[in-house]
């Protein structure tokens, strides 16, 4: 099966002004990169010739007055956009190669020349709304491609968000459109304030937004619980003719932001379930885009593990685990019944 990678030496040139140190940074995505080309992943993976997005197709998303500002910041030496989101020398030109590079993947899936891809790219996109940069991203590479599959013929796209953080810009750029079903897991209450179980989409769309906020400590039984009796079920229903993921890797029980205790193993487990869905469902088109994760370990393992997924093979343990709280355990059952109510899944 052929397996599409994307990756780009500009990524790493995206950082803050003045080397401002901030957990966004270089190293996350070389971990990456270092552990897929130790391991020849990537040699036997197709990769995918660099490409920018236009501004047309980041504008499907967003307002003009997102580029403008992003533009801004870059004409005066860099700054901030708010506390957390940097423009640096080179973002502007990263953050358009990464929604370039989750188009060309979403390409290569959709006119059968990859089965699947994986796109290593930074800045991170989930947390930009249809008229704001912020939570780490520019552009919302994932929702740029979403947009640009409807534009050419599919008529279902899903979205699964398996970072740590409710992607809130995804969720509300399409919150009213019922032909884009978004899935989410994430630690809450926590940043960005957004993505509770009563969030389900709006007119039309009422139901295809689909929450799952876990609480702190949660652990590997509370992620696969939360996939197998909402996520799962909720893809059957949908059928949906692709699959994006925006694929965040902060849930680790490593990471220095993370709040739910999920091991290498759990994250892996999850991916299986959702490989296993899209195979069924839409013939394997597939694309898992890098959102957050924040520890070069975990990082590498769990690209390497989707990786060797994506190739049809065994993925490597990783002998860490996550603990998870057993004292939050009716408080999970509760979550996911909610959000099986919610999603009309009962």
Known sequence: MTVA????????????????????RPARLAAIVERLEAT????????????????????????RGVLETVEARH????????????????????AGRAAGATLA???????????????????????????RSMGFCLYNQVAVAAADALASGIERVAVVDWDLHHGNGTQAIFDADPRVLYVSTHAYPYYPGTGAVAERGSGEAAGTKINIP???GAGDRAFL???????????????????????????HARDPLGALAV???????????????????CGGRLVAVLEGGYDEHALACCAQALCELLLGEEPTPDPEQGAGRPELVSEIDAVIAAARAAACLD
């Open 75 to 94: 004409a005066v030496g860099g700054g901030w956009i708010d506390a957390d989101t940097f423009i640096g020398e080179s973002s502007p030109a990263a």
């Open 5 to 24: 990678f994307s990756t780009d030496q500009l990524y790493l040139s995206h950082q803050p002004p003045g080397d401002f140190p901030h957990p966004e």
């Open 214 to 216: 876990l609480p702190h």
């Open 105 to 131: 993947a979403t390409g290569a899936v959709l006119d059968g020349s990859a089965r699947s891809a994986f796109v290593a790219a930074r800045p991170p996109g989930h947390h930009a709304t249809r008229d």
């Open 263 to 281: 091991s290498t193993e759990g994250y892996t487990a999850v991916a299986k379930f959702i490989l296993a869905a899209a195979e069924r469902l």
């Open 225 to 251: 619980a939360a996939y197998r009796q909402v996520a799962l079920p909720a893809l059957e229903a949908f059928e949906p003719e692709l699959v994006l993921v925006s694929c965040g890797w902060d849930s």
């Open 40 to 63: 020849g992943l990537i040699a036997r993976m197709e990769r995918l010739p660099d490409r920018d997005a236009s501004d047309e197709e980041l504008l499907a998303v967003h307002d």
